[in-house]
């Protein structure tokens, strides 16, 4: 087969968070069998000279797998698959994810990672894969891999209380938490670049307009992408997700046994541990362990 696409292909599906077992050449086109997890899947890819690469996922019975591997090439034949770019090799891969966002409790945690291409594939076989999709355990057991696989890292955590005064000071600059995960976002992928190596750099969108392609603008050897769900998409983001996950986790333990009350992860029904932290703390014990523009303090009691 045409061997620059299939390369590009066997890419795509290692960036996804897929495992090649096995490559089989047919008739106008190449079969791969893949895993994603325990799952396995036969796919098949077709060439034609006019509309160039067709997935074919019709042996594929699972439905989830199938929209998985569907959404993991959609809108990426014609930008990746046929034109130039996929013989553009980079030197590192960095990706970067937040934790805590959306969150009454507990910290903002921005974490990124440089890679190379070594790197991927040993975490490739470590299971990587979208945070929100695993176990505690299972997040701890990955963070400990990807620190042991001495993947440069680094993680920018923001407790409640300086949050809060960040955010305070932001609104009254008339910016949000979209400009201040745009800061952490930038100031976590700088650490990792250089002049003279290239740079592939994704980072999960999370904003319309966010201001981070502006800010890379003036990098010559970087080529920086915005990317919905991208966690789930790139194997390096997917490990930026864990890095950030892992310490969302450890700090919302730590803050709970500060308190004595266990705290709540997401922002629903989470009023009552809530009213439980003003009423033994008061609001300024609150404001250390929560985010207080969330609409839930204004419900309280204080």
Do not use: W
């Amino acid at each position: 087969m045409f061997d620059t696409e299939l390369e590009a292909i066997i890419e795509r599906f290692k960036l996804c968070g897929f495992l090649i077992k096995d490559i089989k050449v047919i008739q106008y086109g190449v079969q791969l069998k893949v895993l994603f997890g325990e799952e396995e899947a036969v796919v098949r890819f077709y060439k034609n000279k006019k509309s160039g690469l067709k997935l074919d996922t019709s042996l594929i019975k699972n439905t989830d797998l199938k929209n998985e591997i569907s959404y993991c090439f959609k809108n990426t034949f014609k930008k990746y698959l046929i034109s130039q770019e996929i013989d553009e090799k980079f030197d590192f891969y960095i990706g970067s994810d937040e934790s805590g966002k959306g969150d009454y409790f507990g910290p903002l945690v921005v974490a990124g990672v440089k890679m190379t291409d070594e790197n991927l594939i040993f975490l490739e076989s470590c299971g990587i894969k979208d945070s929100k999709v695993l176990s505690e355990d299972r997040i701890f057991c990955l963070e400990s891999e990807i620190i042991n696989s001495k993947v440069l890292y680094k993680r920018i955590t923001v407790l409640p209380e300086k949050y809060n005064n960040v955010y305070e000071f932001y609104r009254s600059k008339n910016a949000n938490l979209n400009d201040i995960l745009a800061r952490l976002h930038f100031e976590t992928i700088s650490y990792f670049l250089d002049k003279e190596s290239s740079f592939n750099v994704v980072v999960d969108k999370f904003s319309i307009n966010s201001g981070l392609k502006e800010k890379f603008s003036g990098y010559k050897n970087v080529k920086f992408f915005e990317v919905e769900r991208a966690e789930s998409k790139f194997l390096f983001v997917a490990a930026a997700s864990i890095l950030a996950r892992a310490e969302f986790l450890r700090q919302m333990k730590k803050l709970s046994d500060e308190v004595g009350i266990k705290l709540k992860r997401g922002s629903v029904s989470v009023r009552d541990v809530a009213q439980k932290i003003v009423e033994q703390y008061g609001l300024d014990g609150l404001r250390k362990v929560a985010k207080l523009h969330f609409k839930i303090t204004k419900e309280l009691k204080l």
